[in-house]
């Protein structure tokens, strides 16, 4: 009889099937196979992960970017405004420092001030010049900036385009003395093709009369609701503005029936085309309304309850309540 350790190599391991031995063999002797892992179950690992890195790397170098943009003074980033060849990217953060600063009720050095003139007198970029004259306005040493700014304004070459970033930095200036060169521009940019000068000019008054609200200046903020109510016979776009300006800055109802006909969707389409457009200017109406506390449209603004945009809706909400609650009282 055959020693069992005397079988041949080649059939080590082997096992009888079941067929060979009548035994049906249990699941853990099933023969398995092996398969490789789908597209979605290698995602994570090829995909999603790499991506979470990649992610986390650019947060890095932005919160490292903002940390240095944070440090540097305004002297530095005037510095690089001079010496860099993408000067723009520099001067909208010196605008945002500007921002800022304005804020917190601080100011530019004299200085810093005076370098960011002489950086100013050498620009020629407009989108540049942009940025500059805003920070000027916003955070400039107080006499340094309104000299430059009146001075600049008062050329006789600049180009309408300048005239209105000028007009802005004086607005933003918060000063008393740039509402008299406001006005003048007003008077002076008569005709139907200077209606941007006008409604820029407006618009720099009513950043003016926000800043000087106070009974020191009632007299100043007189004079400039003045303008707004003369400027309700503008340009459709001048007038709409003084308009709301009136009503929303100075609970002034003299815009009224301006406001009355910006409730009305075929009056709006007449000027503007875009229904999105048309909304905004339509949910402003309302809120101007809703400031002087008119009763005249409230069956008109009623009717935009189911207005399609929903920023108009809003401000008819705002409207009702805000009525109703006046009535209750």
Same mark, same amino acid.
């Given at each position: 009889?055959?020693?069992?350790? &005397?079988?041949?190599?080649?059939?080590?391991?082997? !096992?009888?099937?079941?067929?060979? @031995?009548?035994?049906?063999?249990?699941?853990?002797?099933?023969?398995?196979?092996?398969?490789?892992?789908?597209?979605?179950?290698?995602?994570?690992?090829?995909? #999603?992960?790499?991506?979470?890195?990649?992610? #986390?790397?650019?947060?890095? #170098?932005?919160?490292?970017?903002?940390?240095?943009?944070?440090?540097?003074?305004?002297?530095?980033?005037?510095?690089?405004?001079?010496?860099?060849?993408?000067?723009?990217?520099?001067?909208?953060?010196?605008?945002?420092?500007?921002?800022?600063?304005?804020?917190?009720?601080?100011?530019?050095?004299?200085?810093?001030?005076?370098?960011?003139? !002489?950086?100013?007198?050498?620009?020629?970029?407009?989108?540049?010049?942009?940025?500059?004259?805003?920070?000027?306005? !916003?955070?400039?040493?107080?006499?340094?900036?309104?000299?430059?700014?009146?001075?600049? /304004?008062?050329?006789?070459?600049?180009?309408?385009?300048?005239?209105?970033? +000028?007009?802005?930095?004086?607005?933003?200036?918060?000063?008393?003395?740039?509402?008299?060169?406001?006005?003048?521009?007003?008077?002076?940019?008569?005709?139907?093709?200077? *209606?941007?000068?006008?409604?820029?000019?407006?618009?720099?008054?009513?950043?003016?009369?926000?800043?000087? !609200?106070?009974?020191?200046?009632?007299?100043?903020?007189?004079?400039?609701?003045? @303008?707004?109510?003369?400027?309700?016979? &503008?340009? *459709? @776009?001048?007038?709409?503005?003084?308009? #709301?300006?009136?009503?929303?800055?100075?609970?002034?109802?003299?815009?009224?029936?301006?406001?009355?006909?910006?409730?009305?969707?075929?009056?709006?389409?007449?000027?503007?085309?875009?229904?999105?457009?048309?909304?905004?200017?339509?949910?402003?109406?309302?809120?101007?309304?809703?400031? /002087?506390?008119?009763?005249?449209?409230? &069956?008109? +603004?009623?009717?935009?309850?189911?207005?399609?945009?929903?920023?108009?809706?809003?401000?008819?909400?705002?409207?009702?309540?805000?009525?109703?609650?006046?009535?209750?009282?």
């Amino acid at each position: 009889m055959a020693d069992p350790q &005397d079988q041949s190599p080649g059939a080590e391991g082997r !096992r009888a099937s079941s067929a060979e @031995t009548g035994v049906e063999r249990g699941p853990e002797e099933q023969p398995t196979s092996v398969s490789s892992p789908s597209f979605f179950e290698n995602l994570p690992q090829f995909v #999603i992960f790499p991506l979470v890195v990649v992610l #986390i790397a650019v947060l890095i #170098i932005v919160f490292f970017r903002a940390s240095v943009e944070e440090s540097r003074s305004v002297s530095d980033i005037l510095t690089e405004i001079q010496t860099s060849w993408r000067k723009d990217q520099p001067a909208f953060a010196l605008a945002l420092r500007a921002g800022e600063l304005e804020e917190e009720g601080k100011k530019f050095t004299a200085e810093d001030t005076r370098h960011l003139i !002489r950086i100013l007198h050498d620009t020629r970029e407009s989108n540049l010049r942009t940025f500059l004259i805003e920070a000027l306005g !916003r955070a400039g040493e107080e006499s340094l900036a309104l000299e430059e700014l009146l001075r600049s /304004i008062g050329k006789k070459d600049v180009t309408d385009g300048e005239r209105v970033n +000028i007009m802005r930095g004086l607005g933003l200036s918060g000063s008393p003395r740039a509402v008299e060169p406001l006005i003048e521009e007003i008077a002076g940019a008569r005709g139907p093709d200077r *209606w941007e000068v006008r409604l820029h000019a407006l618009i720099s008054l009513a950043n003016l009369a926000h800043a000087l !609200r106070g009974g020191e200046h009632d007299e100043l903020r007189g004079t400039i609701r003045t @303008t707004f109510r003369e400027s309700l016979l &503008d340009e *459709w @776009t001048v007038s709409w503005n003084a308009a #709301i300006t009136l009503a929303t800055d100075f609970d002034d109802a003299s815009g009224e029936r301006v406001l009355h006909r910006m409730l009305e969707r075929e009056y709006l389409g007449r000027y503007v085309k875009s229904i999105d457009d048309q909304a905004v200017w339509l949910a402003r109406a309302v809120e101007a309304l809703t400031s /002087i506390s008119d009763e005249g449209a409230r &069956d008109q +603004i009623k009717s935009l309850e189911n207005d399609p945009s929903a920023k108009v809706r809003n401000a008819v909400f705002k409207y009702l309540k805000h009525m109703k609650a006046r009535n209750a009282s």
